[in-house]
């Protein structure tokens, strides 16, 4: 089956001509209930791990110190926007503790790596190991193939700067107040509130690679390489949801496919078209993983938002 975005409600660059330069496009993965193989991108599947290479566990200081969770896998040849790995590496494997235990603060994830050349890879891991123990459901996915589409996406609204940001910010706020003087004059519930460039313009909800980061809980931060002082570029987004209230307008087609799944579904209330992964981040946002493009072999860096 083939996932496909709607057409964007509005033509972006007709109403801000200066956002043609910040264009970029992203890979929605769109992951749906299946049962891949070592051989297929996917999430929530056994891995191309090679046999006799040891598990990665985690290393970080706290009472847990078993396997780290497999949480996907992605094949450049599947995902176009995916950045490239360092030395021909083609095959990203993402890993995370299952539990909340790390950081300053003690409350934070704890997120690892690893590239590789697929072609290497001759005999597999099986089994593959599993925590005996999680500290939340949510950090278990459910196994998922995946159905990868490009999209168009531009910056989130508040990296948007000078004469341009504050065009767009004037817009944003005369959609906002449109859809309240809506609501407070009780129109029909279910006539569609006006397009905002947040919601339906910018950045695409959901799994994906490349792309532009939202900043939704902290707003914009550095993410500028820790090694080499380079900017750097948003590798992976791992979302709690393919779509929420704000964004419905991202919500997939075919909609037969999606029946039965309410964008406004509420957390925890089963894995369905809007939560396909069962997959939770934080309180129920997403991971954005960055990468360097000067070198790919730079430490990544992660925000929960």
């Known amino acids: 089956m083939t996932f496909t975005t709607p057409p964007r409600p509005l033509d972006a660059e007709a109403l801000f001509p200066g956002l043609a330069a910040h264009r970029a496009t992203a890979t929605r993965l769109h992951p749906r209930a299946g049962r891949p193989t070592a051989r297929d991108s996917h999430v929530g599947g056994p891995l191309l791990w090679p046999a006799g290479e040891p598990w990665p566990v985690c290393d970080e200081p706290h009472r847990y110190s078993g396997p780290l969770l497999a949480v996907a896998q992605l094949y450049s040849r599947d995902v176009p ?31 690892r790596l690893r590239w590789r050349r697929s072609a290497e890879v001759r005999e597999v891991s099986a089994p593959q190991p599993q925590p005996e123990r999680v500290g939340f459901d949510g950090y278990v996915p459910e196994p998922c193939v995946l159905h990868p589409e490009q999209v168009t996406e531009y910056p989130y609204i508040e990296l948007l700067t000078g004469e341009l940001g504050e065009r767009v910010e004037e817009w944003e706020d005369a959609q906002e107040e449109a ?43 550095s993410t500028d390489c820790r090694d080499c002082g380079h900017a750097m570029r948003l590798l992976l987004t791992v979302d709690s949801y393919e779509w929420r209230s704000d964004s419905e307008s991202w919500r997939p087609l075919p909609a037969e496919a999606e029946a039965g799944s309410e964008a406004g579904s509420e957390p925890g209330s089963g ?11 934080g309180n129920f946002g997403k991971l954005n993983v960055f990468a360097c493009p000067r070198d790919p072999a730079h430490p990544h860096r992660f925000s929960v938002q």
């Not at 950045?83 to 994830?109: E, I, K, N, R």
């Open 81 to 111: 926007d995916l950045a490239p790995g360092s030395d021909g590496c083609d095959l990203l494997q993402v890993f995370w503790c299952p539990f909340d235990l790390h950081g300053p603060t003690g409350y934070g994830m704890h997120v």
């Open 179 to 221: 859809a309240y003087e809506a609501e407070d004059e009780d129109e029909d519930e279910t006539a569609a509130a006006p397009p905002t460039y947040q919601g339906d313009l910018s950045v695409a909800p959901g799994w994906k690679a490349g792309g532009h980061a939202a900043w939704n809980v902290t707003g914009p931060g």
């Open 271 to 281: 894995v369905d078209a809007n939560r396909p992964t069962g997959v939770a981040v």
